[in-house]
């Protein structure tokens, strides 16, 4: 596995920060049922420029866009990378940043293959007025007011105020080589700084920083503390910071996690994970990224994602979560890419294009598209959308969410292994074997197991058969000759885009419902990521269906 896959499968981490997404369930402040996309007319009159709601990057157009509350959108900025950038994707800017006011954005793209230096762009979004200059800096975000970037060489901070020009301020102390400015702030900025591989020091691993206006660096983390790195978000009207950790044991064993730091004094961040069904059902492995931060007033919105040039994607594969003081509160699947905003304004990126390739690929950017939901109505902004920030003003001002998204369930499902429909009786039988299982009525089981031989009743009636069939009975069922069910439906797949065997939907939610760990299958030639089904149920069911009448025939052949 080379350094180069590896190094790159950090980059999409950051670059697919919002861009990945996936058709929505989600829920807003109020109402736990997504808002449908209105069909009325796009909204009339001039955008309010003096008030934006969130900006956003459109690479197909080589745009900036920025949307006002109502919807109503209008052109930024035409991003302009240079031609000689090797390939496409590092055309584009991995991060937007606001200016405190929501009147300035700046981003940097990527340097030149010359001199090595990119360039940063500051506009102004109500006049449309742009300055861009060369700036052999790392990394982009806010001084105050102040656009601020960390120079190449670890020296020294780089400031372009609003009214122009330039300013460099000498670090107390020098960063390290790659080092780059994270987050901007009202009064210090956070800076990561990478460590040498070695005794104690794990691959990606550095230290984090704060610099304020005079220079003066602080270390953010205790002695010898250390993390990866992803992204970061600082906290709107406060001193909080958010951040993704990049954990790696490979270019397709990323492990991201969400960390926590007040900022105003040193010591150990604060780290949690969600532990839910919905957690589990979206990666079924370890492996996840974090694709997404947003700050909701004091809390943060965030979503975990499969690992997308390396795992099996779809919609599901994706789940967000709103994150206060520990807790975490489910807000839906299938988005990668949520932030709440103020007067209940809710952003989300989904119905992504993801890039056509199985090979980690940095010219392929992933897109989706763009909605505002306001006042209980939900606007397309644009398509082909790779990335959002909303306004500092904006995400301060959001509030909570009051109701909870619906977790996904574990009950039975209404298709077969290939996504086919299953018929009424089918599910219907499907359905009070699985009620009778749960509440552990073990005669009521044997009963619906009337065909059954007198020793297939006695193990349904135990309690190990009671959970076998709980377990078997919510997978999906493959399909046999003369009618015949079976449940689970055995077969081996690989969480691996692009196989002859790749797991379908259907089967990386049986790995799910039945706790499945991938192991190596020597046999079919891969290692490390083949679930088979089974194996997880000691013994599997056998439903028919004939005439329109469905029967729980017996057991299956392990």
Not at 84 to 112: E, F, H, M
């Amino acid at each position: 596995m080379s350094f180069a896959r590896c190094r790159r499968t950090r980059h999409l981490a950051v670059t697919v920060l919002v861009a990945l997404a996936a058709a929505a369930c989600s829920v807003g402040h109020d109402d736990p049922r997504p808002p449908r996309p209105d069909s009325s007319a796009a909204p009339t009159g001039q955008p309010d420029k003096l008030h934006p709601v969130v900006a956003f990057v459109q690479p197909a157009h080589g745009s900036v866009l920025v949307a006002d509350a109502s919807g109503r959108t209008w052109k930024a900025a035409d991003m302009r990378p240079s031609a000689s950038v090797y390939d496409t994707a590092a055309q584009w800017p991995t991060k937007l940043a606001w200016s405190p006011g929501g009147r300035r954005l700046a981003w940097l793209d990527a340097p030149n293959d010359v001199d090595q230096t990119g360039q940063i762009h500051i506009v102004d979004v109500r006049t449309g007025k742009e300055t861009a200059r060369p700036c052999p800096c790392q990394g982009i975000g806010f001084l105050g007011d102040d656009a601020v970037s960390l120079s190449s060489d670890g020296s020294s901070l780089l400031l372009f105020p609003a009214a122009g020009g330039a300013r460099r301020v000498a670090l107390t102390a020098r960063q390290r080589p790659y080092s780059r400015l994270v987050a901007g702030g009202t009064d210090d900025v956070v800076l990561f700084s990478p460590l040498l591989d070695g005794p104690g020091v794990e691959r990606g691993q550095g230290t984090l920083a704060v610099a304020d206006r005079k220079g003066t660096v602080r270390l953010l983390l205790p002695a010898k503390g250390r993390t990866t790195f992803g992204d970061a978000q600082r906290q709107p009207h406060g001193t909080g910071l958010v951040w993704s950790s990049a954990d790696s044991g490979g270019a397709c064993w990323t492990l991201s996690s969400v960390y926590t730091h007040p900022v105003t004094t040193s010591g150990d961040p604060r780290s949690s994970l969600p532990h839910d069904a919905a957690l589990r059902h979206a990666l079924v492995t370890q492996a996840r990224l974090v694709t997404s931060l947003a700050w909701v007033g004091d809390g943060i919105t965030t979503t975990f994602s499969a690992v997308p040039t390396c795992q099996v994607m779809f919609p599901a594969r994706t789940v967000s979560y709103y994150l206060r003081d520990g807790h975490w509160t489910y807000l839906g699947s299938g988005m990668l890419g949520i932030a709440l905003g103020a007067d209940g304004r809710v952003v989300r990126l989904e119905d992504p294009v993801y890039p056509r390739t199985h090979e980690v690929d940095e010219q392929a950017i992933t897109t989706g598209t763009l909605t505002l939901t306001a006042h209980g109505r939900k606007r397309v902004l644009a398509t082909g959308v790779s990335q959002f920030v909303l306004t500092p003003a904006e995400s301060a001002a959001a509030r909570p969410p009051t109701t909870p998204a619906r977790e996904p369930g574990e009950g039975v499902t209404a298709e077969d292994d290939h996504g086919a429909r299953l018929p009424a009786a089918v599910r219907k039988l499907a359905g009070e074997i699985e009620d009778a299982a749960a509440r552990g009525h073990t005669r009521r089981l044997a009963a619906l197991c009337d065909p059954c031989s007198a020793t297939v009743r006695r193990w349904v009636s135990s309690g190990d058969g009671a959970r076998d069939v709980l377990r078997a009975i919510r997978t999906h069922p493959r399909r046999l000759s003369g009618g015949l069910l079976i449940y689970p439906e055995g077969s081996t797949c690989v969480d691996e885009p692009h196989k002859d065997i790749s797991c379908t939907p259907q089967q990386l939610r049986d790995a799910a419902v039945l706790a499945l760990k991938p192991g190596v299958s020597p046999g079919l030639g891969y290692g490390g990521s083949a679930f088979t089904t089974a194996d997880a149920v000691r013994v599997p069911l056998t439903l028919s269906f004939e005439g329109g009448t469905a029967q729980w025939t017996g057991l299956g052949v392990s």
